[in-house]
């Protein structure tokens, strides 16, 4: 065979065998052409897959805890049974949120008589006399017992005071609408929910009417007022806060301020009748007499006690006596005893009332609030006065006399204060 033809025969075998080989590899379709995605889009599907994983297990735990008592506290699980209990069964309609709200006043009940629920028409005028202002005509009103509404007092320079209005008028329509048997409450709601700058006001005086318009306005609550009393050729100053609102404390340093300037020998702190309010102001009106190296009072949480040191600069050197009674209660009986501590202040009346703890407020949805006892303040010696007050130097009741005729010469304290003052 010639060598050409033996070639060609190797190749056609090779051929053949190349052929079988490929029949036997399986038939596959024409693969399709995946989508490209960029990389800002895998992060975010990997971002919305993680948030997804979290909310079912989320959903899942939430479950699993409500489902397992185990995991709510004995007493809490007790609570809820019984509260879905009656939901379920009781005859009637039932408000849920009236229902919780007697829940929490009940809880509040059980803890020390301070901590209390406030309805929203109590802890609206607790926070006015707490701000020290709020948006009004500038009158203070009662209703006697008839049921009238009587104006208590004006404060100078409002808008009831510029259209003459005087303690004593009987208010007796509100934009022609008739007051006749309307609490105080509720005229102050028909004046807020009246929404008008300005409001016609019918008024009866020695039987006349008369009808003004008053204007509302921001009206500042006067908490400090103060005089020079002249006695024994001596200037005794004496300066009375009825609260202790967020701007007594200005207040009172305005007024320590004229005394001062006035050259008074000595001062007198009239605290009687003073049921408290911002420690902060307190702080500030004691910081008036102690510099800083004086500590004014002390705060208890639990076993933890803090001193709170005085933010003055200097401390005074003229007599000062402080005025109390059975009714000063908390910032007055924190003044009174940083005072007699820590400026050998001599406190003259009767013990006071004996309220040595902090309240928080919590302000809840329906526009009611809270307040519950969650510290215990000491003086600055660290004496507790909760339950126990704090004796006076020198001990006078007020004479009964000054009841019937309210007057400086009959305020018996009041004179003892000045004669321990010139000794």
Do not use: C
Not at 243 to 255: C, E, G, L, R, Y
């Amino acid at each position: 065979m010639r060598k050409e033809e033996k070639t060609q025969e190797k190749l056609e075998k090779l051929e053949n065998a190349i052929g079988k080989f490929d029949s036997q590899k399986p038939k596959t379709e024409k693969r399709r052409k995946l989508p490209t995605f960029f990389t800002s889009e895998v992060l975010a599907l990997l971002v919305i897959t993680m948030l997804v994983s979290l909310l079912m297990g989320g959903i899942i735990t939430y479950k699993f805890f409500i489902n397992n008592s185990e995991f709510v506290d004995k007493e809490l699980q007790e609570f809820i049974n019984n509260y879905e209990y009656i939901i379920d069964n009781y005859y009637g309609d039932i408000d849920k949120e009236e229902l919780l709200d007697a829940a929490l006043e009940g809880m509040l009940e059980t803890l020390d008589k301070n901590s209390v629920y406030l309805e929203e028409d109590t802890s609206d005028n607790f926070n006015k006399q707490l701000t020290g202002s709020y948006e009004g005509f500038g009158i203070e009103i009662y209703n006697d017992d008839e049921n009238n509404i009587v104006i208590a007092s004006v404060y100078d320079g409002t808008s009831a005071d510029k259209e003459g209005l005087k303690p004593g008028d009987i208010i007796t329509k509100l934009s022609d609408k008739d007051l006749d048997g309307v609490s105080t409450s509720e005229f102050v709601n028909m004046v807020e929910e009246s929404g008008n700058k300005k409001i016609k006001l019918t008024y009866s005086r020695n039987g006349e009417e008369k009808t003004v318009t008053l204007t509302k306005q921001t009206v500042t609550l006067d908490s400090v007022f103060s005089e020079v009393i002249n006695k024994d050729n001596k200037k005794i100053g004496y300066v009375r806060v009825s609260i202790f609102a967020s701007n007594t404390d200005k207040q009172f340093a305005d007024h320590l301020e004229k005394l001062e300037e006035k050259n008074i020998d000595s001062l007198i702190i009239d605290l009687r009748a003073n049921s408290g309010g911002h420690l902060s102001a307190a702080t500030n009106m004691i910081s008036e007499f102690l510099d800083s190296s004086h500590v004014i009072y002390q705060i208890k949480v639990k076993d933890e006690i803090t001193k709170t040191y005085s933010s003055g600069h200097e401390t005074k050197d003229y007599k000062i006596a402080v005025l109390v009674d059975n009714t000063s209660a908390s910032a007055s009986e924190i003044m009174a005893s940083a005072l007699q501590e820590q400026y050998k202040a001599t406190i003259v009346g009767v013990k006071t009332y004996g309220k040595g703890t902090v309240q928080e407020l919590q302000n809840l949805p329906n526009g009611d609030q809270y307040k519950f006892t969650t510290k215990e303040w000491l003086t600055s010696k660290g004496k507790t006065i909760d339950g126990k007050g704090i004796t006076p130097d020198v001990e006078v009741s007020l004479d009964e006399k000054y009841y019937s005729d309210p007057s400086d010469d009959n305020d018996n304290q009041l004179q003892t204060a000045l004669e321990e003052l010139v000794k």
